[in-house]
Nanobody
Framework: QVHLVESGGGLVQAGGSLTLSCTAS????????MGWYRQAPGKQREWLAS???????DYADSASGRFTISRDNPKKTIFLQMNSLEPEDTAVYYC?????????????????WGQGTQVTVSS
C-alpha cells in the first residue's frame, strides 16, 4: 500500500500563491502517474492535475492556467504551484498515485488517501 504525505497548505490572501508538496512511499508501481485532487466544503473530491514519470502533464479546467504540476522522481515527490488564488480554491488538497493519465481523472478509483493539506484563501 502506498503512503502519501501532503504538505505546504496554509492561509493566503486572494491573489497570493502557494506551493504544495506530496511525497509517496511504500508500495506503488513504477513508472507511474501522480496527481493532485481537492475537496471543498460540501463538494465531492475533484481531480486537478496529473504528471507521468516522463513529465507529461494533464490539467482539469479548474486548474489550467493558474496551477502547475511537476515532479522530482528521485525524491518520489510531486508539487503543485498555485498562483492567483481565489476564495473558491479553498479546500483540502490531496495527492495519489496511479497507472496512466486517463486513470487519474476519477478519484473513485483510489482505495486510500493521505491526510491532505488545508488551503484557505481569504478575500
Amino acid at each position: 500500500q502506498v503512503h502519501l504525505v501532503e504538505s505546504g497548505g496554509g492561509l493566503v490572501q486572494a491573489g497570493g500563491s502557494l506551493t504544495l508538496s506530496c511525497t509517496a512511499s511504500g508500495s506503488f508501481r513504477t513508472p507511474n502517474t501522480m496527481g493532485w485532487y481537492r475537496q471543498a466544503p460540501g463538494k465531492q473530491r475533484e481531480w486537478l492535475a496529473s504528471v507521468t514519470s516522463g513529465g507529461t502533464t494533464d490539467y482539469a479546467d479548474s486548474a489550467s492556467g493558474r496551477f502547475t504540476i511537476s515532479r522530482d522522481n528521485p525524491k518520489k515527490t510531486i508539487f503543485l504551484q498555485m498562483n492567483s488564488l481565489e476564495p473558491e480554491d479553498t479546500a483540502v488538497y490531496y495527492c495519489n498515485v496511479g497507472r496512466t493519465l486517463a486513470n487519474m481523472v476519477n478519484p473513485g478509483r483510489f482505495g486510500s488517501w493521505g491526510q491532505g493539506t488545508q488551503v484557505t484563501v481569504s478575500s
